[in-house]
Each structure stands twice: as C-alpha cells, then as structure tokens.
C-alpha cells in the first residue's frame, strides 16, 4: 500500500490529470487546494478587516485607514512570555505596521491564487512563528498550538506544489522571470 507521502509526491507531479491518476490521488490534489485556499483566505482576511475595520477583529474607529495601527493593541497588551519586550518595543512602530499588512496582503494573495508557494510558505511560516512567540506559552497547551501547525500546513502546500490545482501555478512556473529565479516558484 502507498504511503500518504509518495501519494502526495505522485499526485502533485503532473497536476493535469495524468494518465494513470487515481481517484484518491485527484481527490488529494483537490484537497491541497482547498486547504491552499482556505489558508490564503485566512491571510487576506486578516489584513482587510486590520485595513478597513470591519468589525471583526478591528473596530472601524481602529482601521489601518483611519490612522489605527495593526499592530499596536495586540503587541503592546497581548503579548507574553520571553519575547514580550521585543514585541512590546516594536509595537505601533510604522515599519512594523506596513510589513505585518504586506505580508498578510502579499501571503494571502499569492495562497489564493495559488503563485510564490515557496515564498509564501516561507514567510507565512515566519509570520506565524513570530505569532506564537507572542504568546508563550501557549494558553491551553505547553507549547502546540494552531500557529505552528499552520506554519507545517503552509510548508506541506508549497512542497506538493498545491498551487497547479485550482490555481495559476503552472503558468507561475512557465514565467521567465521564475524559470531564472526557481525560488519564486
């Protein structure tokens, strides 16, 4: 019996229903890319309700629009642990404020559209490990939470090439400039 990964490595080889593709390999292709989605919405979401207040996470008197900061409430009241100092310092700082909403655009764009899997992965991956280290420990288990596993989840997507399904991935990879550049795959 194949083992999950070599399934996974198989389906996601040629994502374009192979010859031979079976069932379980086209559902896992879907399935990735759901996740992908579902992920990348996840970031987007984050940055407009920050962006425009929508009431969800951020009140619209606190909008990144309106003169509110992303990250001022959170990194100056919410943080615990080894690393609060750090963020305490940095929070409501302007350059903080526009690389966490980028990254959240940037990564939630690129997910969604299923392009820069590598490069959203990765810093995907930072941003939500910094998220974790702002909260230490975690509050309802020693050190596991949603973050990190999110964080594995985004490196699993890029490593399957999760953007080819439901996504602009293999135009992405047909560009000259990310032909050049692999890494921007």
């Keep these: 019996m194949e083992t999950m990964a070599a399934t996974i490595e198989r389906t996601t ?5 192979p010859s031979g593709e079976t069932t379980r390999q086209k559902a896992t ?9 579902a992920l990348g919405w996840t970031f987007l979401w984050a940055f407009l309700d920050k962006m425009f207040g929508l009431g969800h996470g951020t009140e619209a008197k606190n909008a990144w629009i309106d003169g509110g900061s992303p990250t001022k409430g959170f990194l100056a009241f919410g943080t615990a642990g080894p690393f609060k100092g750090f963020y305490t ?3 409501g700082a302007t350059w903080a404020d526009w690389l ?7 990564i939630g764009v690129a997910l ?13 991956g930072l941003l939500l490990v910094m998220m974790w280290t702002a909260v230490l420990p975690p509050e309802s288990n ?8 999110y964080a594995a989840v985004l490196a699993v997507l890029a490593l399957v090439g999760a ?6 991935g293999r135009a992405w990879k047909r ?3 990310v032909q050049r550049f692999p890494w921007l795959i």
């Excluded at 080889?13 to 229903?17: M, R």
């Design 13 to 17: 080889a040629n994502t374009i229903a």
């Design 142 to 149: 020693p050190f596991m939470d949603d973050h990190l596993i």
């Design 163 to 168: 953007g080819d399904t439901l996504g602009l």
């Design 175 to 177: 560009l000259p400039i």
């Design 89 to 91: 310092e940095i929070a």
């Design 29 to 37: 292709r879907y399935v990735l890319a759901g996740i992908r989605i």
């Design 112 to 124: 969604l559209l299923g392009i820069g899997m590598r490069i959203a992965a990765v810093a995907g």
């Design 100 to 106: 966490f909403m980028a990254g959240l655009a940037a």
